[in-house]
């Protein structure tokens, strides 16, 4: 229950967040061009909380459903309009005001997630060192020449200081069709640049890319000491805790991680007698390991993490930390990158080149965003850059409804001259509405597959 409660919170944090920027890049784009706001949404149906200076300004609303919102303005082609608003009312605008109010929405998402990772930028992310572990010969990366010890330097010239940076790299370069370049130092110290080759029908998906990719992290020899657990998980409910020691299980002794970690693997949905010492006692334990899919069969997984050493610890750990200006720029980067990549996968999907697994509804964005709560507040952050992009991006397709389906009869307006037709309009937003609707059913379905798998 507290696991569902926490996704459920940060999910609804998330929409709140995305959804009140992006309607507020509308609401502010209105009030400077001079058009008459009478209603800013957060959500839709029952007002649950609602605020108005006076008759004349813009009401603030809180709706129970927060699936969305909107900024209403006065249009004549919406209802009646007093005489004395006409000046201010949106369909009397100049075209070039419509397309930035229009505009605003997204282009606001866009410029969210440039914040954020400004934000990230500068107060620094610390993280594991990508050096890599035993390299199997027949994986991609075997295949390319990587070496367990090899430490990962950058991608494609792009610095990886920490293991999520160098893997998040390879994946998102890995749908560019090209070999990627990886920048590594070796044991010995000594530099080396080598070329990752990733066939397409591997780089669509993600979790068989892992598998093949085959980088796996250094493991050094590390004491089975409980150091973190998941809400709601195996190891939470078995009452594991941090600090506590794993001795054995089922009469087998755990003399490292590793040893449990792959004692665990190999018991899914199976309870597993645990003996742990903790405050100098020793308790017996049940812990079952929830049993999840993966590339290599049903494994088991307890949802605990290990505590390394504290010199160990300092050793593999990286930070990496930016200026003022040098974040801008990173966080510029790091959107357009986004932004690009999402444009070049929706491209891919709609001529078949990829498959359409990748699309995300709502219940996977919920898990992520208490996945990436549970993790840190920066990985939350993160999280909401990466939607906002989509977000973004995708509210700027030519899809009538869509702020790029108005954009796009505003652009057909430009070249004739002439607003486009009531009937037609009428009829393309229909069409529309269908294709939303057709994408939606498809994420939702996609999401309960996932769930069942």
Known sequence: MFSLLHTLFFFVLALAVLIAFHEFGHFWAARRLGVKVTRFSLGFGKPLWAYQKSPDDTEFVVCALPLGGYVKMIDEREGAVAPEDLPFAFNRQALWKRVCVVAAGPVFNLLLAVLIYWAVFMLGETGLRPVLGPVAAE??????????????????GDPTPTWNA????????????EPIQVEVKGA?????VLVLTIPQEVAQEPEQLYQKLGFRPYEPALPPVIDRVEPGSAAAAAQLKPGDLIVSADGTAIKTWKEWVEFVRTHPDVAIRTVVEREGARRDLDIKPKGVDSAEGRVGRIGAAVRMPEDME?????????????A??????????????TLKMIGRMVIGKAKVDNLSGPISIAQYAGQSASVGFGQFLKFLAIVSISLGVLNLLPIPVLDGGHLLFYLIEGVKGSP??????????QVGMFILLCLMVLAFFLDIERLFN
């Open 188 to 192: 010995d110290g000594a530099a080396r």
């Open 314 to 326: 300092q050793s593999m750990r990286a930070e990496y930390r930016l200026g003022l200006f040098p």
């Open 328 to 341: 801008l720029g990173a966080a510029i980067d790091k959107t357009y990158g986004y932004a690009a990549l």
């Open 420 to 429: 486009v037709s009531d009937r037609t309009l009428a009829y393309c937003q």
């Open 166 to 177: 160098a893997l998040a790299a390879v994946v998102e370069t890995a749908v560019e069709e």
């Open 139 to 156: 994986t991609l990366a075997g295949q390319a020449g990587f070496r367990e010890g090899d430490e990962i330097v950058a991608v494609k």
